[in-house]
């Protein structure tokens, strides 16, 4: 009875849903020279960045990824939060299965290439698809890899601490360099170079390394308070 | 019909499907697992239709790869990609600390079932 009235709303809903979106005036109607052309334009002749949608995360809408970031701070604190009573077991897992010698030879062989891949993304993060938060978090599968793989597996809590709160305070630090230099928060200050090199682009790839960092110390942390808690 | 249009309504259909059955999933089912799972497909639908609003016929991506430098006419739209690049990040966070919620009120009543635990119910 439950289930019929839930899939008749679901069905009016949907309806609505497929007469907006499916419509062919939908396509017609929809503005095609807003906003896009002024990024796509901006990111080729003044941030000589290649991928355009790091340059709207990382410098247009610089402000929104700052808070993105704090949300996600939010989120592993209050997960820590959460989960905090009696973590005093450090060590000893509940939700734990021991891992087959197969999976622990192929983690510990696989383990430094997903970190080495998780920093080509986030530091090519200006010029190829990718970035900070992506390459963050193919450094920290790595991570869970080898948290399921060895029991023994431990990462200070601290030093994951001190990596996330560097890479924030790192990351308003230069967004306050921009505003004493360029006159507003996260301005490009310095020299932008030429489309496609590594070193181009001027402070988005060095903030877009720094996310990458905070990310994958975050993700670990949340991986690693979950594998830890104790009922 | 042409396949531009094939496409269109493939990924619009598809992603308004994935919004219904993760809202079927939110409002049917008793297990605490399989509602934010539920939520996590509802997430990637809205996901999918906004990556399918920013389309444009023939377009390739908002990349200035070398040999592509003039192409910015053929470009699909990066505001919706940006957009949801934030929208996974802020999605992970809320199943993270659901999924934390969800451990407690395990440890504490002994079972994932919304209609077995009383505290639940005003």
């Known amino acids: 009875m439950k289930k019929t009235i839930v899939i008749f709303i679901l069905a009016a809903f949907g309806y609505f849903l497929a007469i907006t979106f499916l419509a062919p005036e939908f396509e017609s109607n929809r503005n095609r020279n807003g906003v896009k052309n002024v990024y796509l334009d901006k990111t080729v002749s003044e941030l000589k960045t290649a991928n355009t949608v790091t340059a709207i995360v990382v410098n247009f809408r610089g402000f929104d990824t700052l808070g993105e970031v704090t949300v996600l701070f939010l989120a592993a604190t209050a997960l820590g939060s959460i989960l905090f009573k009696k973590r005093h077991h450090i060590g000893e897992r509940t939700v734990m299965l021991p891992a087959s010698s197969i999976v622990g030879s192929g983690a510990k062989l696989i383990f430094p290439a997903i970190i080495l891949l998780g920093a080509y993304v986030f530091i090519h993060g200006h010029l190829t698809p990718g970035g900070g938060f992506q390459g963050g978090t193919i450094i920290a599968t790595g991570f869970l890899l080898m948290l399921i793989s060895y029991r023994d597996f431990s990462i200070s809590h601290n030093i994951l601490s001190v990596i996330e709160s560097l890479a924030g305070i790192l990351f308003v630090v230069f967004g306050l360099l921009g505003f004493m230099n360029g006159g507003t928060f996260l301005q490009n200050f310095m020299g932008t170079g030429v489309l496609n090199d590594l070193f181009s682009g001027g402070v988005i790839p060095i903030i877009y390394i720094l996310v990458g960092f905070k990310v994958a110390a975050e993700l670990t942390g949340l991986i690693y308070t979950i594998l830890h808690e104790k009922g | ?122």
């Open chain 2, 1 to 122: 019909m042409e396949t531009i249009e094939v496409i269109r309504l493939g990924v619009y259909g598809a992603s308004i499907l994935l919004i219904l059955i993760g809202l079927y999933a939110v409002l049917t089912k008793k297990s605490l697992i399989k509602i934010i799972i539920g939520l996590s497909i509802i997430d990637g639908g809205i996901h999918l239709l906004l990556i399918g609003i920013g389309y444009i016929k023939d377009g390739t991506a908002p990349i200035f790869s070398p040999g592509l430098e003039g192409a910015a006419s053929r470009m699909v739209d990066p505001v919706p990609q940006a957009l949801v690049l934030t929208a996974i990040v802020i999605g992970f966070g809320v199943t993270a600390v659901a999924l934390s919620l969800i451990i407690r009120l395990y440890r504490h009543h002994n079972t994932l079932k919304i209609d077995e635990i009383k505290n639940l119910k005003w």
